[in-house]
């Protein structure tokens, strides 16, 4: 749909930037994408998913360890902080 909309010149070249985005329409599409899924997922924790708690433990695989993805990525997707940060070592028991 086409559209006139004023926006903030910086704070659009700023989502650009961050984003990586290809134009301006992109970046826009990226920024209301990411509003409506913060919004989802607010309401999931607002609703809960409809699971017991043991449904929800039983739906995690015990090995599944989120600490070190979290790390990677947000090394892959902040290019603009240098981060130099690693997963903390983590010995299971077992």
Do not use: F, N, Q
Not at 19 to 24: D, V
């Amino acid at each position: 749909m086409k559209m006139t909309m004023h926006i903030d010149d910086a704070l659009l070249e700023r989502v650009i930037r961050l984003t990586g985005a290809a134009s301006k329409t992109e970046a826009v599409d990226m920024a209301l994408r990411e509003m409506d899924r913060r919004e989802r997922l607010a309401e999931y924790g607002r609703k809960g998913l409809g699971l017991t708690r043991e449904e929800l433990i039983g739906a995690v695989d015990p090995a599944y360890d989120l600490l070190p993805l979290r790390v990677a990525e947000d090394a892959a997707t902040t290019p603009y902080r240098a981060s130099s940060r690693k997963a903390p070592s983590r010995k299971r028991k077992g």
